[in-house]
């Protein structure tokens, strides 16, 4: 089974910006839709943007604008580009894979990269 491992989570500043990367320890190119999720400090994970195998990508309304998905299945990672953050992007970000609908993991979870945003 792929293991997703993600890195380049930090601490910023308002505004700030930050690249995510998922990667993964074996090809990722035959699953159809790649995702980004976040858990906010006592909140549920919830769903941050998608990319499908062709290239179209969804974001969350939240995000939408300010975050960038994209994916190289040459390296079988896949990243998360956050432009403009807000205190309330804080959180851990994680990234799974899935076949057709963000609903059913393909993966299990990874330890995520902490994200947080000072004010």
């Known amino acids: 089974q792929v293991q997703l491992v993600e890195s380049g989570g930090g601490l910023v500043q308002a505004g700030g910006s930050l690249r995510l990367s998922c990667e993964g320890s074996?090809?990722?190119?035959?699953?159809?839709?790649m995702a980004w999720h976040r858990r906010a400090p006592g909140k549920q994970r919830e769903l941050v943007a998608t990319?499908?195998?062709?290239?179209?990508?969804n974001y969350a309304d939240s995000v939408k604008g300010r975050f960038t998905i994209s994916r190289d299945n040459t390296k079988s990672t896949v990243y998360l580009q956050v432009d403009s953050l807000k205190p309330e992007d804080t959180a851990v970000y994680y990234c799974?894979?899935?076949?057709?609908?963000?609903?059913?993991?393909?993966?299990?979870w990874g330890q995520g990269t902490q994200v947080t945003v000072s004010s």
């Open positions: 799974n894979g899935y076949s057709i609908l963000p609903i059913i993991p393909l993966f299990s």
């Open positions: 074996g090809s990722i190119v035959s699953i159809n839709s």
């Open positions: 990319i499908t195998s062709s290239g179209r990508t």
